[in-house]
């Protein structure tokens, strides 16, 4: 910008100085010299409209030829000033400083608690998506201008300033937002174990008490990650393998975890139980090494088929091959196997595995891996009986965790009751959903979540959990919600019963539908209703009401 305003100053300034010097005449003939304002003023006008007359007085020849110099002169300065400026707007680098000068603003601004997500690819977008269809305000930082174009083109339905920012500088996620009073925690999902590790640590350097949240892709990384305290480390395959575990030892257990931590308001799956027979792995990668980890902890049988058994260090029993073709499915025994999976990491070998496994054994159960989030129509018209979808299980587990901190113990807790208490407490969890994915969330009874209980336990009054899970209109009627855990100090209570008695402090994990959740709100923050909730008795508590009741209540003559 220096440059056009220097030529354009420099260039009204040897015009405005050269015609007070050019000798002219007045009205009666006299030598006259137009001084500094009358020569700003007749250059101003002249040197974008090319003059409106001579004035004050008739110009001289000498002041005529001048003028004329000034005309070019600064005819000149303006198509350069212009020319540069449009050239200065239209540069990436500029275009690039304005946009960040205006996200950094958006962030100052923000006056709610935010979360920065960096990395903005499918785990990134599904979190973003599922976290503002919540109203939770985001920020997102990716290194690639794709990924930040794509999030401007989304209806979110809430403004998400996006970084086109490499979130391992530690710099950049200050600009972001990370020192930021009210940042409540980063969640690093890009697909690098380092640029999330930096992230972790940087975050956790910087602002201690912030929950961090990071995505691991190896086993080793997950555990330096987690070495320095970072809040949940994530890693969808492990994830993926201790489920599978799960649903073939405990499948209730597994309905269980498999619904509380999904994505809510998404159709509640009743998934085929895997068998536990005979299993053929088809990719010997991260996905398949978890897999297979896991299968041979439970004693069973388990063939994997890779292109390279040494160079994957596979076991020594490994058909060499992709599964993509039929004589390596037959040597592997896919007629004799109960179960096949899919793990490459190409989704057309995938596809081209599920389709070739189910001609030769059209009863046998499959599971195959999505690598990409387009495939995923491909894999539903292949009828996979279990999808791997790493985004998903990624988006939804840390989801669970931002939504509800207390979800994780739960279910540590859950796992170990026996099959009746799980099967029981699946049959309730599908009565609360209503066919979808529940909510889940945390309630700390605190004067910021719950001022109207607090203020009935200060006043001596006994506060039932049956005083929260009931419609606020009608007391007899139960909302769709579920107590699943009481925590109170270090005391742990799974299910807790509705007569039990709230106390200050006491964080309450709930599931439920998002209607529940918001009903919820009403005894917790108007004393009136929670007055109904614990005593049936309702007395009007508005302005309008307490005056008609006041002149009801008056002497007749008083009215």
């Known amino acids: 910008m220096r440059p056009p305003l220097l030529v354009l100053i ?67 300065a303006w198509l350069y000033a212009v020319g540069t400026i449009i050239s200065l707007i239209q540069d990436p680098a500029f275009r690039g400083a304005m946009q960040r000068a205006r996200l950094r603003r958006a962030v100052r601004q923000m006056s709610e608690p935010f979360y920065i997500v960096c ?15 919540r109203r939770r305000r985001v920020v997102v930082v990716d290194h690639a201008q794709a ?58 350097l910087q602002n201690p008490s912030m929950t961090v949240v990071a995505r691991a892709l190896t086993t080793e990384g ?36 498999d619904w509380l931590t999904g994505i809510p308001a998404t159709t509640l799956p009743e998934r085929p139980l895997p068998p536990s027979g005979r299993w053929i792995i088809c990719g010997f990668g991260r996905l398949g090494r978890a897999v297979y980890r896991e299968l041979r902890r439970l004693g069973m049988d388990v063939v994997i088929v890779d292109e390279d058994p040494v160079g994957n260090d596979c076991p020594p029993d490994t058909i060499p091959g992709k599964g993509t073709e039929a004589a390596t499915l037959r040597a592997a025994g896919i007629a004799s196997a109960d179960a096949l999976l899919a793990a490459t990491s190409d989704d057309a070998d995938n596809l081209s595995i599920v389709m070739t496994g189910r001609t030769l054994n059209p009863d046998i159960y499959m599971a195959a891996r999505e690598n990409d989030l387009t495939s995923k129509p491909l894999l539903q018209a292949a009828d996979v009986d279990l999808p791997v979808e790493p985004s ?87 909302i769709d919600c579920l107590p699943l855990m009481l925590v109170r100090e270090d005391q742990l209570t799974l299910l807790p019963e509705q007569e039990t008695r709230l106390a200050s402090g006491d964080r309450i994990l709930f599931c439920g539908t998002h209607q529940a959740l918001r009903l919820m709100s009403v005894p917790l923050r108007h004393v009136n209703n929670l007055r109904y909730m614990i005593s049936g008795e309702s007395i009007p508590d508005g302005l309008l009401w307490r005056l008609l009741v006041h002149r009801r209540s008056a002497p007749r003559h008083a009215r």
Not at 48 to 59: D, L, M, R, S
Not at 224 to 234: C, E, I, L, R
Not at 416 to 432: F, H, M, N, P, T
């Open 10 to 76: 420099c260039a009204y300034a040897i015009a405005v100085a050269g015609l007070t010097l050019m000798p002219g005449q007045d009205a009666d003939g006299d030598p006259w010299r137009m001084d500094f304002f009358h020569a700003f003023y007749v250059i101003t006008y002249t040197a974008p409209t090319i003059g409106f007359g001579e004035i004050p007085y008739e110009f001289s020849g000498a002041q005529r030829l001048w003028v004329t110099f000034s005309i070019y002169l600064t005819v000149l």
């Open 119 to 133: 990395g903005h690819g499918d785990t990134g977008s599904l979190l973003v998506r599922s976290l503002t269809e």
């Open 147 to 204: 990924a930040i174009e794509a999030l401007e083109l989304r209806d979110l339905g809430v403004y998400v300033p996006g970084f086109q920012l490499d979130a391992e500088v530690p710099d950049h996620l200050a600009v972001a937002g990370l020192r930021h009073r009210w940042c409540a925690g980063i969640v690093a999902v890009t697909d690098s174990d380092h640029a999330n590790l930096k992230v972790a640590l940087t975050s956790k």
């Open 222 to 257: 997950a555990a330096n990650m987690a070495s320095f305290g970072t809040d949940k480390v994530v890693n969808a395959y492990d994830g993926f393998a201790d489920r599978l575990r799960l649903a073939i030892v405990s499948p209730d257990m597994h309905r269980i975890q």
């Open 392 to 478: 998903y299980i990624l988006a939804s587990h840390i989801l669970s965790v931002l939504n509800a901190p207390l979800l994780d113990d739960f279910l540590d807790q859950a796992r170990g009751q026996d099959g009746a208490w799980q099967a029981a407490l699946a049959e309730e969890i599908r009565g609360v959903a209503g066919g979808i994915i529940p909510e889940t969330w945390t309630l700390r009874v605190s004067q910021a979540r719950a001022p109207a209980v607090l203020d009935a336990l200060d006043r001596g009054t006994d506060v039932p959990l049956s005083a929260i899970t009931q419609h606020p209109r009608d007391r007899t009627q139960p």
